[in-house]
């Protein structure tokens, strides 16, 4: 959890308190534990030969992230994996990338444990492509370079698949054919025990996972500490009439920094320019300052600091932000990992219990609907999914496929097929694809909520012999969710219960 504003007050007066107090003649009992640190204890001078990703990112995470995050996949032992949150496994997935690692296999091997979801098949994208659906355990032949890569479950047990019956409304033309729910009853994860990369001589790479070190995180504002090291550029520390701000990073124990790298801006956001000029600093030695170009810097500390508590003051004319922040403890880039985390899911699911958004939750969901556009309303029949093409105008087809995370991430699928009947049949199909994050804007009296969606939208529309796509990179919307139905504006309207 987030140190309040005052406790970070109290901690850095008492901080410089300790350092600033006391004359030059004291001994050296009554000096200050900084100042008689042996650096070597903490900052790592063994030569590190791994390979490391850029960025890491992963869908959902299991706590604690030492026991289960992304190390536990190139640690070598089959029995150990990283987790995604319990209750998450289909659609769930991890994502590595590279400035360029040339392969000529890839083994992955997904956990088979009773402690975990039972997923049979996952699909590999490679450099933002689909290569193919495989097993679970597979070795799979890939001989290029590679830049990126993406491992997403594609099944789980325990789907729950319902036809629900309609309720007609016969005062119009339209009719409902069918409609179908379907959800997990499954509150395992899904885990990945091992993904190994082979060079172009057949021999193991060794790539390791950026390390994290969990930290308090204090962004004196209303952001989310995980999003500056979420692995994502569009997300991050942002503010547009700020021209200083500082982030506060608590470790338990003294962690040495001496460099730090990150990337300045935030990614598809025209609006955000970036820091002009970052100061970082810990009670009672020297601050390191430097002046920033837009996207990735990076820069060496004059002198190491080692410490408990680093203050990182951002400075701009204009609107600023940072998407992604790394420090360096001598031999590796590693990323400070918000211990608030699971405070902040745990608080989510509490403030939806009781709500229409209570089912939803870190459950996917997927909707089926098909309307059918009768020629004339004398038309009756007790099953309208029967009914001939020479009875209807037309018919609609639409599908959902969402999860909205307790980590406050969400991805939406939807297609939605339109049939016209004439002389000839016409088809469009439109596929809108959703990523982003959202937030709760309002939660109502009578269990109906609001929330705020922001992300990113692709759109494809296929019929009358040609096909368009259109990029939104900053879409933004409203859901609400009332009763058994989430109303998403334009994306469509889902049922969510019954």
Not at 233 to 257: A, C, K, M, Q, Y
Request: with cysteine; hydrophobic share 35%.
């Amino acid at each position: 959890m987030s140190v309040t504003g005052k406790n970070w007050v109290y901690l850095l007066t008492a901080a410089v308190i300790a350092v600033g107090c006391g004359s030059s003649s004291r001994s050296a009992q009554q000096a200050p534990e900084l100042d008689t640190l042996s650096y070597d204890k903490y900052i790592v001078n063994i030569p590190d030969s791994s390979v490391y990703p850029v960025l890491q990112q992963v869908s959902s995470q299991r706590e604690p992230i030492s026991d289960f995050g992304l190390q536990q996949v190139f640690d070598g032992d089959f029995s150990t994996s990283w987790q995604s949150e319990p209750g998450l496994h289909a659609g769930e997935w991890v994502s590595l990338q590279f400035d360029s690692l040339p392969v000529s296999r890839i083994s992955i091997q997904v956990l088979d444990s009773f402690l975990v979801a039972k997923v049979t098949n996952i699909e590999v994208w490679i450099n933002d492509s689909l290569l193919g659906t495989f097993p679970a355990k597979s070795v799979i032949p890939f001989n290029g370079t590679l830049k990126k890569i993406k491992v997403r479950a594609v099944d789980a047990e325990g789907l729950n698949v319902v036809d629900v019956l309609p309720e007609q409304d016969t005062t119009g033309l339209e009719r409902i054919a069918y409609r179908q729910l379907s959800s997990y009853y499954n509150s395992k994860p899904f885990a990945i025990s091992e993904i190994e990369f082979f060079d172009k001589q057949g021999k193991k790479i060794a790539v390791q996972a950026i390390p994290y070190r969990t930290a308090k995180i204090n962004t004196w504002d209303f952001t989310d500490p995980s999003t500056i090291s979420d692995g994502d550029l569009t997300t991050g520390w942002s503010h547009i009439s700020l021209t200083e701000h500082r982030l506060n990073f608590g470790f338990s124990d003294f962690t040495p920094v001496t460099r730090v790298k990150l990337y300045n801006g935030i990614a598809n956001h025209e609006k955000i320019k970036g820091i002009q000029k970052c100061i970082l600093s810990i009670p009672g030695r020297p601050e390191a300052q430097w002046t920033l170009k837009p996207g990735w810097n990076e820069y060496r500390l004059p002198m190491p600091m080692v410490g408990k508590m680093y203050t990182l003051r951002m400075i701009a004319t204009q609107p600023m932000g940072l998407a992604e922040l790394f420090f360096y403890d001598g031999a590796r880039y590693y990323q400070p990992y918000s211990d608030s985390i699971r405070i902040l899911i745990q608080q989510t699911k509490d403030t939806l219990s009781k709500t229409s958004l209570q089912s939803v939750i870190n459950n996917r969901t997927r909707f089926k609907e098909r309307i059918v556009v009768l020629k004339s309303d004398t038309i009756s029949s007790r099953n309208y999914k029967e009914l001939p093409v020479s009875q209807l105008q037309g018919a609609t087809t639409s599908s959902y496929d969402l999860i909205l995370r307790a980590n406050q991430s969400i991805e939406l699928n939807t297609e939605v097929m339109k049939e016209v009947y004439g002389k000839e049949i016409h088809i469009i199909i439109e596929n809108r694809s959703f990523t982003g994050k959202w937030k709760i804007k309002n939660r109502l009296t009578d269990g109906n909520v609001v929330i705020e969606v922001a992300g990113r939208l692709k759109v494809t529309r296929s019929g009358l012999g040609k096909t368009t796509q259109s990029l939104k990179e900053n879409y933004t919307t409203q859901f609400t969710a009332s009763s058994s139905f989430l109303n998403m504006g334009e994306l469509g309207r889902m049922m969510i219960s019954y």
